[in-house]
């Protein structure tokens, strides 16, 4: 425990805390601010109990504060602390199904990896630990899953490069393409690809992303951070999706389209930005 998670720790004895940003949705969050534009996020979150700020907005808070010089560096700095021990706790064998087909030259994480019943896994495909495969899938050559994404923070301390503390999660007849790379999840959110998704070859699934049932995913797509597709969506070759937007249901992303913003359900949209074209 350091001198920040004491501090709050002993400001609320009896409660377990949590650890995220301004929009946090886990009760008795600690978070930090450095940018006056979270300001009014913070002090509507009804879940946030303390924050982690400089001595210019410690005052416009409600919630108790702690003053540092770097907010971005102390916080990190205390999530890199947390994730890691939880990782070491959480540690336990990998545990492959009898009836899976894995090849002899794959390389498996030997710790908190779970592949599940007739899951094919085929050569040379990597898989870190904290990865969870459903029954019937199947993971083509040259993939990688479970590995950090990249979230780096620039500091006064220089830059300090975040744990990720979340896993991936492929659930039933899935299928990963080749050369497909899935980073685990982060910010206490797990990387997710739901029941029946089809992935191209050389896809790109960022942290903490959460792909819809029966999505199509084609060749060169990259999806980034936080990312939200609802069912039965397809995604053109050579989409890029930005982080946090989300996308809904029954909706056709076209060929290179650059999606900047969320959308609805039952659209195709195309473009650079992408925007509506049509209404299903």
């Given at each position: 425990?350091?001198?920040i998670?004491?501090?709050f720790?002993l ?10 940003l ?10 930090y ?10 002090n509507k979150?009804?879940?946030i109990i ?13 919630s108790?504060?702690?003053?540092t ?5 102390d ?10 021990k939880?990782l070491?706790?959480?540690r ?6 009898e009836?899976?087909e894995i090849?002899q ?5 030997p ?6 019943n ?15 495969i459903?029954?019937n ?18 500091t ?6 975040v744990?990720?503390?979340g ?9 990963i393409?080749s ?6 999840g ?12 089809k ?8 942290h903490?992303s959460?792909?819809?049932?029966r999505c199509?995913?084609?060749a060169?797509v990259?999806i ?7 069912h039965?969506c ?5 989409a890029k999706i930005?982080?946090?937007?989300s996308i ?12 900047t ?5 039952n659209?195709?949209i ?6 509506i074209l049509?209404?299903?």
């Amino acid at each position: 425990m350091n001198k920040i998670d004491n501090y709050f720790c002993l400001k609320f004895p009896e409660l377990e805390l949590n650890y995220g940003l301004a929009n946090s949705d886990k009760k008795n969050t600690l978070t930090y601010v450095c940018d006056e534009k979270y300001i009014d996020i913070v002090n509507k979150n009804k879940n946030i109990i303390g924050v982690i700020t400089t001595r210019e907005f410690a005052d416009k808070f409600a919630s108790y504060c702690y003053i540092t010089t770097d907010p971005v560096f102390d916080f990190w700095s205390l999530y890199n602390l947390i994730s890691n021990k939880n990782l070491i706790n959480s540690r336990s064998k990998s545990y492959l199904s009898e009836t899976s087909e894995i090849s002899q030259f794959s390389c498996i994480a030997p710790y908190n990896v779970e592949i599940g019943n007739n899951t094919v896994i085929e050569p040379n495909v990597t898989i870190h630990s904290g990865v969870k495969i459903g029954d019937n899938c199947i993971i083509r050559s040259g993939s990688v899953l479970g590995f950090d994404g990249f979230e780096h923070k620039r500091t006064s301390q220089g830059i300090l490069s975040v744990k990720h503390d979340g896993i991936v999660i492929v659930k039933d007849r899935v299928e990963i393409g080749s050369l497909n790379s899935i980073a685990k999840g982060f910010s206490w959110q797990d990387t997710v690809i739901e029941n029946d998704c089809k992935l191209d070859s050389l896809v790109h699934i960022a942290h903490a992303s959460v792909i819809g049932e029966r999505c199509f995913i084609t060749a060169s797509v990259e999806i980034s951070g936080s990312v939200r597709i609802g069912h039965d969506c397809w995604i053109g070759p050579g989409a890029k999706i930005i982080n946090g937007v989300s996308i809904g249901n029954s909706t056709f992303v076209g060929i290179g389209a650059v999606v900047t913003k969320s959308f609805a359900s039952n659209l195709t949209i195309a473009g650079y930005p992408a925007k509506i074209l049509s209404k299903l």
